[in-house]
């Protein structure tokens, strides 16, 4: 539900900032972020817009104290104050998530995760995406992730790509493909 009332303000802010430009687009989902953030983080700042007791005009300072600590360029300082006006500040993240992606998809770009059995150093996590960008046609990055339970290699999804390079899954198609032990299969005659 809130990805459906997340996505026309998305659209709309992407739909202004576009004409300005790649690095108006970076900026504003930049602060998009940052004020995501923050709002996630102090959900009882949310609250306070969405109580009765407070007065609209105690309301719009409040948004204007926040939008001046987090320095937010006017386009998202607009957006607040709508998404405000509309009792819908709580849907700030997911607006974020919309914009982020459609600013990916302007710049080419695909995000995924690459899951590992530990810790992944920079340079290889960067290889990984040079690679993968060669594949799919697009810039990558990645979230990178633990799971020890995969033993070694790794498993990447991309959208709905998913590769898995991980030991379990090449035990797991040996131990499908493999005779099992002592060379014969049940019911064969020898």
């Known amino acids: 539900m809130s990805r459906r009332i997340a996505r026309p303000y998305a659209q709309a802010l992407f739909a202004v900032a576009k004409p300005q430009g790649g690095e108006a687009l970076r900026e504003v989902n930049e602060a998009l972020q ?4 923050a709002f996630a983080a102090l959900p009882q700042l949310v609250r306070a817009f969405e ?6 005009k105690q309301k719009a300072a409040l948004l204007e104290e926040v939008v001046r600590t987090l320095a937010l360029p006017p386009l998202v300082e607009r957006l607040l104050f709508v998404l405000q006006s509309h009792y819908r500040l709580r ?3 997911a607006v974020a998530e919309a914009f982020a992606q459609a600013c990916d998809a302007f710049f080419g770009v695909m995000r995924g995760k690459v899951e ?11 290889a990984l995406e040079r690679v993968l960008a060669q594949l799919v046609g697009s810039q990558v990055v990645l979230e990178h992730g633990e799971r020890p339970e995969l033993l070694a ?5 991309l959208g709905s790509l ?7 899954r090449q ?8 005779v099992p032990l002592g060379g014969r299969h049940a019911g064969q005659v020898g």
């Not at 109580?51 to 609209?56: A, E, R």
């Not at 998913?162 to 379990?168: A, M, N, P, T, Y």
């Open 116 to 126: 590992v059995p530990g810790p992944l150093e920079a340079e290889k996590r960067a």
């Open 51 to 56: 109580v009765p007791t407070l007065s609209t």
């Open 153 to 157: 290699g790794f498993v990447v999804r």
């Open 171 to 178: 035990l797991e198609r040996f131990a499908e493909t493999s």
């Open 162 to 168: 998913v590769f898995d390079g991980s030991l379990k």
């Open 34 to 37: 940052r004020a995501a953030a």
């Open 91 to 93: 849907f700030l993240p």
